[in-house]
């Protein structure tokens, strides 16, 4: 199968972009006056070569950024390499090579495999992370945040892989408690580390989403919301019997203060220990040891389970509510954590689900404060008797085991009873606050970024120690701190940095002084937060990216990329621009306008895997089939969202097309002076339909149906070609060019040597696409509609030109007509040629 000679074609034209340069970006500092775009695909990890995740997705990006060449503006559509990182640090432990030696070899050869695969890169603004010159720019943004108080350490849990030896953010940890990469199961570990203070951005992060709305993904916006997670609510103090200090705890139901009947801590929290060592109950005392122990060795996921079985002991103290003066247990229990609001509830099981299972399972009271049965519109407050309880016995949370967190109006809670659940929470928070013991409050889910990673092949922290253990930034004309070489140092995990054995590297002097070197590398996201802006400027030596050309191209205009990106790494870039927004040096706030997320490229119906023996190699079915049809099938199989079954789609077919479409260039007359009025009106109609829709069905990322009608014009052309005034025809030639041009997004090669068969030199990708001739493109058919006797009986699609005697003709074929008129007799027909006939009967 495939295109004869394919190979010599790809050869042939990668020689002539190779010497033209044709994907060059005009700078702004050239004084190109094009407007421009910004178009950018997710850049790849150097991690084996190249994949069919990364054909399908660098191929619908290069859509996109050939549309807008071909549309008069100045395009830059960079690539580079994340080539920081665990992946290759893994790959390289195993194989015994160096990660820098493995890891550039890999970059060659993804870069050969790109080149042929021939995405409209702008191939001079090549970068990869692990080159000191890029991460040297890492360290300068470390130092900026480190002065403005957003990069800090600290002492704390860390989930820890206990496989890869190595800290992993909240995000790589899966819902089952597994690591992301490795599969082991994550446990917590007390480490100091490095973070960046992204919760001080929570709110902005959040808010700036409505920005985005309607140019990203919803579902990626409703994952981003989600993982911010902002709770809004009320911190109530509750004094402690025989402690100076009050607990305070986070709510989000103030509402429901009367009925709460106990208050629970984290076990692993300061507070609990404290609160425990204050009873007078060795039992009680013990008892919570042998707890927190168990605790220890959870998850925060399984903590976080609802329906998992509850436990927890008794502090030995007790509580005050603010309101009302109960006494109130309290509980050490692992459904709460003590990372999150303040690490202690009120617990108010008539309304809380978790608070609901424990209360039943410890046999501690429930009371119900808002009854979900009463309407909730309309202001009238209805005050009902304290005590009574409206709500029917067969709802009773302590019998049913189902909290009511519904709506309602509040019960049993003396000067709040009648209101609805909003109004009641307005008015507790007031009361609490003219009493001075509560206030509103705000929760994020969102965690400080944890950077420090400790494994050597990434961008070293640059903060040194003096031999009292002080933080020194490295002075900023001392970066890069710069990744020693890998010889000698044991790269296996073991829980602290390798790069601790460079005892050289690590024993340094900053101004005189013996000081120490962090061991510890960045986590690579920080590498991929920013990389947008290097491109823009990616040889500066000077500086991280120069404002001039920041200010005429950023932010991207188009974001191209997987979902599995949806969190993570869209969330640290947009944080770090708003960071360098607030430092001045860039004048936006979010960082990519518009975002497609392509979908996976699967095989018959599951994620391709090795171990699953259903991997598809790239470099086979470009070998096989060419890289155009790869990358038109790529294009062609759906929308760019959904994923891709290979076992479903033929890029043999694809293979057959472009072969097709490359025997209608060679078919056309050979004179490019033909005068296109002269065509066959027909065929010019489809061309020109094409130039009208094509625009709005890229701009729509429609790319299948743009596919499916250059399809559809190419067969159209050929039977003119085979049938009609034949190949000399004018409208041919002008179907070919327009099949050539469109053509030139999907498949290069293929429209190059079109292009260059038409009689056009070189390259096709930068020639204008043709405007439609509005004249071809009113309709080719009007309704005509027939009646009998005045009454509309059919409505047919006809040519304007049609003749009144075929039209006649095509009433009385009209099976609705024949049905009306019956057996009466015909007396008279009226015939208005294109639009109507009417046929009276004798009644
Ligand atoms: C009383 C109450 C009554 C609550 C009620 C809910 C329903 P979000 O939306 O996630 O912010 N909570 C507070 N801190 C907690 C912690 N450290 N660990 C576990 N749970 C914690 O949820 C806030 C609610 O989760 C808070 O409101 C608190 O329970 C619980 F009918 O307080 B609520």
Do not use: C
């Not at 619908?60 to 390499?81: E, M, S, T």
């Not at 911190?235 to 509402?255: K, L, M, N």
């Amino acid at each position: 199968p495939g295109v004869a000679g394919f190979s010599e074609v790809q050869d042939k034209w990668q020689r002539v972009w190779e010497e033209t340069k044709p994907f060059a970006t005009a700078t702004a500092a050239s004084g190109d006056s094009r407007p421009r775009k910004y178009i950018l695909d997710m850049f790849p990890y150097p991690s084996g070569d190249l994949h069919m995740g990364h054909a399908e997705a660098y191929a619908l990006g290069d859509v996109i950024a050939r549309y807008w060449r071909q549309q008069g503006f100045n395009v830059l559509h960079p690539i580079g390499w994340d080539s920081f990182g665990l992946p290759a640090e893994n790959a390289a432990i195993k194989r015994g090579v160096d990660p820098r030696e493995w890891t550039y070899a890999n970059i060659a050869q993804q870069r050969e495999s790109m080149r042929r695969y021939a995405p409209s890169f702008d191939w001079d603004r090549v970068l990869h992370t692990s080159d000191p010159e890029y991460y040297k720019w890492n360290q300068w943004l470390f130092l900026k945040m480190y002065e403005r108080g957003l990069a800090y350490r600290k002492d704390s849990w860390v989930n820890w892989d206990p496989v890869d030896q190595t800290v992993l953010a909240n995000e790589q940890v899966l819902p089952d408690g597994t690591s992301e990469r490795s599969g082991a199961i994550v446990v917590k570990k007390k480490l100091t580390q490095w973070y960046l203070r992204i919760t001080a951005y929570a709110d902005r992060l959040l808010d700036d989403l409505n920005q985005l709305e309607g140019s990203w993904p919803s579902k990626v916006i409703a994952m981003q919301r989600n993982w911010i997670g902002r709770s809004t609510g009320a911190d109530i103090d509750f004094a402690v019997e025989g402690r100076t200090e009050p607990v305070t705890v986070y709510t989000t139901r103030p509402d429901t203060l009367y009925g709460a009947t106990f208050m629970v801590v984290a076990p692993d929290s300061d507070l609990a220990a404290e609160l425990v060592a204050g009873s007078d109950d060795a039992e009680i005392r013990e008892r919570f040891q042998d707890y927190l122990q168990r605790v220890q060795k959870s998850t925060e996921i399984e903590r976080l389970t609802v329906d998992r079985e509850k436990t927890g002991v008794f502090t030995g103290r007790y509580a005050i509510n603010p309101l009302n003066g109960e006494r109130l247990p309290i509980w050490a229990a692992d459904y709460v954590l003590s990372d999150y609001g303040q690490g202690a509830i009120m617990a108010v099981p008539a309304h809380d689900q978790r608070d609901l299972d424990f209360a039943r399972a410890f046999d501690l009271p429930v009371r119900v404060v808002v009854d979900t049965t009463q309407p909730v519109t309309g202001a009238i407050r209805i005050i009902p008797e304290d005590g009574e309880l409206p709500v029917l016995d067969e709802m009773d949370p302590g019998t049913t085991g189902v909290a009511l967190s519904g709506e309602g109006r509040l019960i049993n809670s003396g000067q709040f009873n009648g209101f609805s659940k909003v109004n009641a929470i307005a008015r507790v928070i007031a009361h609490l606050e003219a009493q001075g013991v509560g206030r509103k409050a705000k929760n994020y889910r969102l965690r400080d970024w944890l950077i420090s990673r400790q494994r050597y092949w990434g961008t070293p922290i640059p903060i040194v120690y003096d031999e009292d253990g002080n933080e020194i930034p490295v002075p900023e004309d001392q970066l890069p701190v710069a990744l020693p070489p890998s010889e000698g140092l044991d790269l296996k995990p073991k829980g602290t940095s390798p790069l601790g054995g460079a005892t050289e590297w690590v024993q340094t002097e900053i101004d005189g002084k013996p000081v120490r070197r962090d061991t510890d590398t960045m986590d690579t996201f920080v590498d991929s937060s920013w990389y947008f802006l290097r491109f823009l400027s990616p040889n500066d030596p000077d500086k991280a990216f120069d404002p001039s050309e920041v200010d005429k191209w950023a932010p991207v205009d188009q974001y191209v990329g997987g979902v599995t990106h949806a969190i993570l790494h869209l969330l640290y870039a947009r944080f770090i621009t708003k960071v360098l927004f607030d430092m001045g040096y860039v004048n936006f706030t979010e960082p990519f306008t518009a975002l497609l997320n392509q979908g996976m490229v699967l095989m018959d119906g599951s994620a391709m895997s090795k171990s699953k023996g259903n991997l598809v190699r790239l470099s086979d079915q470009l070998d096989e089939f060419g890289v155009d049809a790869v990358r038109l099938t790529m294009a062609f199989a759906g929308p760019p969202e959904d994923d891709i079954d290979w076992a479903d789609v033929s890029p043999a077919g694809s293979a057959k097309f472009l072969a097709r479409a490359l025997r209608v260039a060679r078919d056309v007359d050979s004179s490019p002076d033909v005068v296109w009025k002269n065509g066959d009106d027909r065929l010019r109609r489809q061309t020109h339909r094409l130039w009208a829709d094509a625009p709005g069905l890229i701009e729509a990322f429609k790319f299948n149906v743009l596919v499916a009608r250059i399809m559809e014009l190419t067969n159209a052309t050929r039977k003119v070609i085979d049938s009609g005034a034949g190949p000399t025809d004018p409208a041919v030639r002008e179907a070919a060019e327009a099949i050539a041009l469109t053509l030139s997004l999907f498949t290069p090669y293929t429209a190059e040597e079109m292009w260059e068969i038409l009689g056009y030199p070189p390259s096709v990708a930068l020639y204008g696409w043709r405007k439609p001739d509005p004249t071809l493109l009113v309709d080719e058919s009007v309704t005509a509609i027939m009646q009998v006797d005045g009454k509309v009986r059919d409505r047919l699609e006809v040519s304007p030109k049609i003749g009144g005697e075929e039209l006649e003709k095509l009433a009385r074929a009209s099976v609705a007509v024949t049905r009306s008129i019956g057996d009466r007799e015909v007396v008279n027909v009226i015939v208005r040629a294109p639009r109507l006939v009417n046929i009276a009967t004798k009644p």
